[in-house]
């Protein structure tokens, strides 16, 4: 070892460096890899989206949007064409698609069971702006007539 | 100068609640995995999540290493086994449900950035031993906080460098965080953070500004690392970002909020003021290290990182996973060397489908098979690309959208830059294209190349 190679250095340097190859090592790793545990690039919503926003409610007889999961044993008749209903077909827009996903799986995971006692939509809800970017007051584009019966809360009521 | 705020305290605690939180993901992810429906066509990864005894021995294995890093037991060892427990369940979950669970991801990033910061701190007391084995573990966990840190900066930076790759300025500019709001938000939240949820969505300005904010905060995040003051201010806003998060659209991130305020905050200052006592633990750090220590024992590391980040960029070609399981991307799609061939027998299943042809609203570009991605068409319209891959039913480890008698049907938007398709008209397409091979499915043989 000779003698500049022996020569001190503060050990809070060192630990900016430590830190700062962390940082660039996990930046660089989970640019490449994407999403590779523990590794991710957190892409999600990091997109543009398009001109109007949705999401899928329940809408039973009295025209009120519920959740979806606040209702069971759902059965459903076929999707509608897009043409049955202007509101469905305005265009690109945003949805959460895992939400979606996770929503229609709860949805047909009552297909064994007896339908429901209730008429109950399933309905796109859909949120245009306007050119001011101000929310428009949503409409609904159903996609879906189906059974389904609302679920009693611990109370006695419904949720 | 890198300070932390926890200089001069035994960081015991930040190890500790390191190893709580991740012992904590892997049970859920866990239980999320014992309690999910039977996966028959699961295969690689999504083996061990499918069999209970091997899920049970990873999780076994993974809760007591990490109570042994917990403990301070042979932590480097016992924290890597609990880090490979964690990539093995996160990853089988990821390949059931067909997307990752980030949540969870954060212990084991910091988790990266100790071992890390050890691994460095290891190689260092090698070549320059200490006056001490109390001074040698207290320098040892003073890296791995460092280390640790590090990596919770780069999740923000990283956050922020994808927003700006991919949408720029229009990120902010754009209705996003009001489109984000209104379609996460309940319909039925009659709460107080609903009402703010809606009271913002409803102010393009605000909603715009505070998207610029989020942005600048999390490609500012590295300020972090450079004073304590910094630590404290960063580390306060991580955390209300994450707060505005959860109140805004219901996405929690508890893990990343407990864990930055683990990380930021000097606990055992404010334990002791709340005590009226004196700090009492005065942890001996080597002031200087020798250069030739430096770079003999971190060269290695920070040359080892870099290597693995670029080996990755260059070898890994697995794109982000698509947040829908039904309409995933389909990864191995579009792999060079492969042999695209468009042979009879596919073509009389498609009915003589082939370039020009129109798909309902779109026009076929391409149309080609192979053994390993099945058949691909490429459609096109007014600008708009999209894929279709038709499979043979359960050849792909995903959920198709749409099946056919024998065959699974899988949408993917084109690699190149395309205006994004609406579900409907997705929907609509798969339809037409599975519409083709149901009534030829029954007819025309089985394809050679899927015989293979």
Redesign the interface.
Known sequence: ?NS????????????????????????????????????????????????????L?ARPKDGI???IK?FDHWQCQD?LP?EANRT??V???????????AT?QYVNSFHNQAPGDQEVDLVR?V?Q?DA????LPAQNCIRRHCRAQRIADDNGGQR | ????TWDHADRAPLRIGLAVVAAGDLLSLVQALWTAAPAPQARGLALIGTNLPALAAVAGLGVLALALFGAGKWQFRSGLVG?IA??LV??SH?AIW???K?AY?????L???WL??LG?AYA?KARQPLASKEEGRA?AE??AD??????L???Y???G???L???GP??FL???L???V???R???DDSLSGAVAVWV????TL??TLSALGLVMQLTA?LY?FSRRLRLVMGSLFIFFHLCVKMLVHISYSEAIFLGALFTYPWPQIIAWLRHKAPTVELP????????A??SG?GP??VG??A???L???V?T??????????RAIEVMGQQGQTREYPGDIRALLSGLKPGDAVGTFVVGEVWASGQDGIVVVCARKGQRATVQIAPKGRQPFVAPQTSQDYDLFYRQAAEPS??????DV??LLTVLRDRVAQNERVVPRPALFAR
């Not at chain 2, 460092?146 to 990596?151: D, E, I």
């Open positions: 070892m500049s190679s022996g020569r001190p250095i503060s050990v809070q340097w060192v630990a900016m460096i430590v830190a700062i190859t962390a940082t660039c090592g996990y930046v660089g790793i989970a640019r490449a890899v994407q999403d590779l545990y523990p590794f991710s690039s957190y892409t999600m919503y990091a997109g543009v989206h398009g001109t109007w926003a949705s999401r409610v949007a519920r959740e606040n999707e897009a469905c077909a265009g690109e827009g945003f949805r959460i698609d895992y939400m979606e996903a229609m809800r949120w702006f001011q970017g101000v929310p | 100068m890198m300070r932390s880090l964690l990539g996160e990853e990821t067909g997307g990752p980030r991801f954060i212990s084991g990033t988790l990266v950035g890390l910061g460095c260092i320098f003073y890296l460092m280390g640790a840190v590090g990596c900066v780069a999740v930076v990283d956050a460098i994808s927003k790759v991919a949408s229009a990120w754009s209705d996003n009001q489109s984000i209104l379609s996460l309940p319909v039925e969505a409803a102010r393009p909603a715009h590295p690392l750090i080597p002031e200087n290290i020798k250069r030739s430096l770079v971190v590391w920070a990182a870099l693995v980040a670029a990755a960029w260059s890994v697995r794109p982000a996973h698509s947040a829908i399981p039904q309409a205006p994004a398709l609406a579900q409907l929907d609509a």
